[in-house]
């Protein structure tokens, strides 16, 4: 069976053309084996699902064979995923904010919307855990339609709050799946009317790997966003497969070097230095991700990237610590 697994990916990722363009497409295969025939086709086939499911977690077009130990947290993610719409409902979720800064001066340009649920029984569940079972069950455009609103909302609270204050933009990220829907932009547009901000206040980031595997609905999604006069950025850079060359085709005004860049950055700093070339070349807004030390600061600083993140600056915060930050200081004290 795996044999014959390898042939239909062989097949399925030959490329084929369509109006003259080349396509290359994959497949993420899930095999299930019931060597001692005493299953039943429904457990069969969700043993199958949970390896296609970890399949397409490890990178798409794979083939994973099911294991036992695949149950627990097949079953896990089954039970958030049924959880969710009720955790919404009854206040389980809420939206963390984490200072974007500007380099130079060390004075909040922005904050990152990061959501955060809290289960009655679990405790704390990470967004990594959460968000791809949303995205599998496709409640995340529900989520990510309410994090929008969330997200506006405080904004317009901390504005109100501090009308003389130095005003910063929002960034709320956005699956894969939001950006499949027709109505993304109206919808958009629709949550900056109903809390009284303007396109300029707000950010939308994209991993980059979106951009790659789903082009040209994404980039259609983009470019409408973009017209309403909301900026993009490409989060996660680095990670995926768009290569230096290709970014500049990209409908994003912002690109997020991925913290991986930054951990490594005493070693080799190579390629956050040829991206942060690009991007002056380009005119794209650069933010470096997952700052931890001062050293990193100092380094990227000097390198001439405009903006950053992490804990250095400072961890993720509910929205009334944030709103004191942002009053009191109005950037974020650096950690002791
Ligand atoms: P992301 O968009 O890359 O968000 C940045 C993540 O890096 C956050 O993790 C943040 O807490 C963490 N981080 C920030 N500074 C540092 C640092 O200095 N060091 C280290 N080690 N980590 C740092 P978090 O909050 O756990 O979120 C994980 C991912 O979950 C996010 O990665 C994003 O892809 C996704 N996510 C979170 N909220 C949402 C949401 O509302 N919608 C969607 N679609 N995805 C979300
Ligand atoms: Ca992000
Ligand atoms: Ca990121």
Known sequence: ??????????????????????????????????????????????????????????????????????????????????????????????????????????????????????????????????????????????????????????????????????????????SVRQLEQPSLAADVAAALARHGLSAEDLVLEITESVLMTDAAAAHTRLEEIRALGVRTALDDFGTGYSSLRYIDKLPVDVVKIDRSFVARLGEDPTVVQAVVDLAGKLRLTLVAEGIEELEQWDILKGMGCDHGQGYYFARPMPAADLQALAAARRRPAPAA
């Not at 296609?52 to 097949?74: C, D, Q, T």
């Open 1 to 174: 069976v795996v044999a014959l697994a390898q042939r239909v990916m062989e097949e399925i990722q030959r490329p084929f053309e369509i109006d003259g363009r080349e396509v290359h497409c994959g497949a993420s295969i899930g095999i299930a084996v019931d060597e001692a025939r005493a299953l039943s086709a429904g457990v069969l086939l969700r043993n199958a699902d949970a390896a296609k499911y970890l399949a397409k977690e490890r990178g798409k077009a794979r083939f994973v064979v099911f294991e036992e130990s695949m149950h627990a947290a097949a079953y896990e993610r089954m039970e958030l995923k049924s959880d969710m719409p009720g955790a919404l409902t009854s206040g389980q979720f809420a939206v963390h904010y984490q200072p974007i800064v500007d380099l130079e001066t060390g004075e909040l340009d922005g904050v990152e919307a990061l959501l955060r649920w809290t289960h009655p029984t679990r405790g704390f569940v990470g967004p990594d855990v959460f968000i791809p079972v949303a995205e599998h069950s496709g409640f995340i455009t529900t989520l990510g339609a309410w994090v929008l609103d969330q997200a506006c909302a405080d904004l317009r609270r901390w504005r109100d709050a501090d009308p003389d204050g130095r005003t910063f933009h929002m960034s709320v990220n956005l």
